[in-house]
């Protein structure tokens, strides 16, 4: 089942961007463009969760529902 996260993206003074989420603690990602950092985004999110349900301390997400708003980002 998909959950959804909030992430918060800045882009740095270096150029690159970076994405914390207050969901899922700990989670820090960063890459040269947004969608590369949301990909890596997603895959720490998924190690993080894993580590969390292993340790019997899941991270409660919302389910995705079957309808949603979702930012497109669209490069001119």
Not at 14 to 40: F, H, K, M, N
């Amino acid at each position: 089942m998909e959950k959804i996260a909030t992430l918060h993206i800045e882009k740095l003074p270096e150029g690159v961007y970076l994405a914390t989420s207050d969901d899922i603690p700990g989670l820090v990602a960063q890459g040269r463009t947004i969608a590369e950092t949301l990909e890596i985004a997603r895959d720490v999110a998924r190690k993080l969760m894993e580590a969390q349900n292993e340790r019997h301390n899941p991270i409660k997400l919302t389910a995705v529902r079957d309808t949603f708003d979702y930012p497109l980002i669209v490069g001119t």
